[in-house]
């Protein structure tokens, strides 16, 4: 009886293995990998995944999925039979990705389950980058680092120097001045004359003192290189937000300041067919107890336009200005802006919001 309950137990385990093994199974040598430092200017690395079919029917790869486009795969092709060998390959671009990196390629199988998933890692080490990649814009044959050099915010109390690189990489020497230069922006570049493969910079002097604005405004110089201008079409940009300088005034000044308040900062025109107009009235008045200024008013986009009544409300008076919203060539939904800039010192910009959407006809 003995001899029957284990030679049936044998039994049992024999069938259970057939039944573990039934079908495809895969089986990775390594599920991760890391190339450790590699160099940018050394361009890809690949590193091969290989696995064992340890079941016993064929193991077909059917679909290869990286986690990201700086990654391709290669695979095996056709069914890898049981106890041998395939492979799946990760090729990572270091171009332009410095620094350390963590990706994945999602493997689709006929085994159960489905899908598996491999890993791969590194750091790269940043190539040591030359003049033409620290100065990819041009004007003339001159290379700039930026076209446009953006102040960002300055007050209107302020002189702010900013500068930008450029390089020579030509063959000959480049002799560099500028024209059409406003009275509010001093601009000179250091040294004068650039000799071949020679970097150097463009300095800015900006005076808001002498800028009669407010909110964004832009100028444009023209460069000149060795006398050329290109008909006046070497343009270098010089970008500021000018502010209201409110940080001298005392803890009296500001109670006493002007307060703009609006009855509503958005307005939703619904729908309307592409080239209605829209036309709406926002109406604010000064809570405060000084005359209430308004510096500046500017709109997102030209399809909107702003009619202003007056610039001074006195203390506790309204007013009002209309707006119009040209729907021709706009389509879906729409959110436009209305930047109101005055000397309220705690809201010297409010940003109002028209929005809605536009079918077309």
Not at 2 to 25: D, E, Y
Not at 37 to 53: A, Q, Y
Not at 172 to 194: C, D, G, M, R, Y
Not at 257 to 271: H, I
């Amino acid at each position: 009886m003995r001899t029957i309950l284990l030679a049936s137990f044998a039994a049992m385990i024999m069938t259970t293995a057939v039944a573990q093994n039934k079908g495809p199974i895969i089986s990775w040598e390594e599920a991760s990998y890391n190339f450790g430092d590699i160099k940018e200017s050394d361009g890809p690395v690949t590193h091969k995944f290989e696995f064992t079919n340890k079941g016993n029917e064929p193991l077909v790869v059917t679909y290869v999925k990286p986690s990201c486009g700086c990654t391709s795969s290669d695979y095996t092709k056709e069914p890898v039979m049981p106890g041998a060998k395939g492979f799946v390959s990760a090729t990572y671009n270091p171009d332009g990705r410095p620094g350390p990196f963590s990706k994945s390629v999602t493997v689709t199988t006929n085994c159960t389950p489905e899908v598996t998933t491999i890993r791969f890692s590194g750091k790269v080490i940043e190539k040591e980058k030359s003049l033409a990649d620290l100065h990819p814009r041009k004007i003339g044959d001159l290379n700039f680092e930026v076209n446009h050099i953006s102040l960002l915010k300055v007050k209107n109390t302020e002189v702010r120097t900013d500068s930008t690189s450029i390089a020579n990489l030509t063959d000959k020497p480049l002799q560099i001045s500028f024209t059409n230069v406003p009275k509010h922006i001093q601009i000179k570049a250091v040294p004068e004359t650039l000799q071949p493969n020679q970097k150097g910079k463009v300095v800015v002097v900006y005076d808001a003192t002498q800028r009669s604005d407010w909110g964004f405004v832009m100028d444009k110089v023209i460069v000149a290189i060795n006398g050329d201008n290109n008909n006046n079409k070497n343009l270098l940009s010089v970008s500021a937000t000018i502010e209201e300088d409110f940080t001298k005034y005392t803890a009296e000044q500001l109670a006493n300041a002007p307060k703009l308040v609006f009855e509503e900062t958005s307005f939703n025109f619904g729908t309307v067919t592409e080239g209605e107009k829209v036309n709406h009235t926002f109406k604010f008045r000064n809570d405060g107890k000084q005359d209430l200024v308004i510096r500046k008013i500017t709109t997102s986009c030209g399809c909107t336009v702003v009619d202003k009544k007056t610039d001074v409300i006195k203390p506790g008076e309204s007013s009002a200005f209309d707006i119009t919203f040209n729907s021709a060539g706009k389509s879906n939904r729409q959110n436009k802006s209305i930047t109101v800039i005055c000397n309220d010192p705690q809201n010297a910009q409010q940003i109002l919001h028209i929005v809605g959407d536009v079918k077309k006809k």
